[in-house]
């Protein structure tokens, strides 16, 4: 952490920025906000000379096949990001930003292209399209359930150098053995739209965590939230069964 803020990257919205995943970046604000810590949004677009190293937690969103190749040549363009997760820097990739993050990914054309290699995580096209309410009981500690949206072609299998986020309860997820997500040191990356730390704030809280390098004082969440997440998640279970 950068003095008593938390700088925050916003990577590449102009390219990989579907489905208001750059919300994410608004709840890591507030959540900090709340606790009395300043932070500091860290917009990086495609026409900017590279990703900078010197951030405390970076945030990579979704985006269709030919945005997805622009990104990984620009972020192989002076290696910042990959020097921040070498630090132990946190990182959030969704859905597209997870198949940059991983070994490589398959285009819509056949064609297979190489990824940032960040997590240990292949992509091909499926035979159908992944569309709807996902939950997910997470393997990361004190995380719990998380639910999101999903929309993609894209079927991920893990290799050995990652784990998954969490177990489908309901959804496709990553296509393969139940897994949703990936997760490698403290880069994290899932398929859930939402954005998904609005609707996971226990997920949120964990990369701010990891950010600053303590624990954070918990907040309540307001009870609304907490009966919508509820009721959600109650649903999920029982249409599993």
């Known amino acids: ?14 390219l990989l920025g579907t489905y208001g995943d750059r919300g994410n970046a608004i709840v890591l604000a507030q959540r900090l906000r709340w606790r009395g810590i300043g932070s ?4 990086v677009l495609s026409s900017d000379d590279a990703v900078p190293e010197d951030c405390d937690l970076y945030l990579i969103g979704g985006g269709e096949d030919v945005a997805q ?5 620009f972020l192989r363009r002076g290696g910042g990001l990959t ?4 630090h132990g820097v946190p990182v959030l990739g969704i859905c597209g930003g997870l198949q940059v993050l991983g070994t490589g990914f398959v285009t819509g ?6 990824g940032l290699g960040l997590v240990d995580a ?9 569309i709807g309410e996902v939950t997910t009981q997470s393997s990361l500690g004190g995380v719990g359930m998380l639910t999101g949206f999903e929309n993609h072609l894209g079927r991920t299998t893990l290799g050995p150098g990652s784990h998954a986020l969490g177990r489908v309860v309901r959804g496709t997820g990553n296509g393969h053995d139940e897994a949703e997500g990936a997760v490698t ?16 704030p226990k997920l949120a809280d964990l990369l701010l965590e990891w950010a600053i390098g303590e624990p954070l004082a ?19 279970v029982r249409n599993r069964k």
């Open 69 to 73: 190749v622009a990104a990984v040549r």
């Open 122 to 130: 292949s992509t091909e096209p499926g035979r159908g399209r992944a």
């Open 40 to 43: 500091e949004l860290v917009t």
């Open 83 to 86: 020097r921040a997760v070498q």
């Open 109 to 114: 054309d056949g064609q297979r292209h190489e």
């Open 185 to 200: 040191g403290h880069v994290i990356c899932t398929y859930m739209h939402g954005p998904v730390l609005a609707r996971n």
């Open 1 to 14: 952490m950068t003095g008593e803020r938390v700088r925050i990257a916003l990577v590449l919205p102009d």
């Open 218 to 236: 918990p907040l309540p969440d307001p009870p609304e939230i907490k009966a919508l997440r509820t009721e959600r998640t109650r649903i999920h």
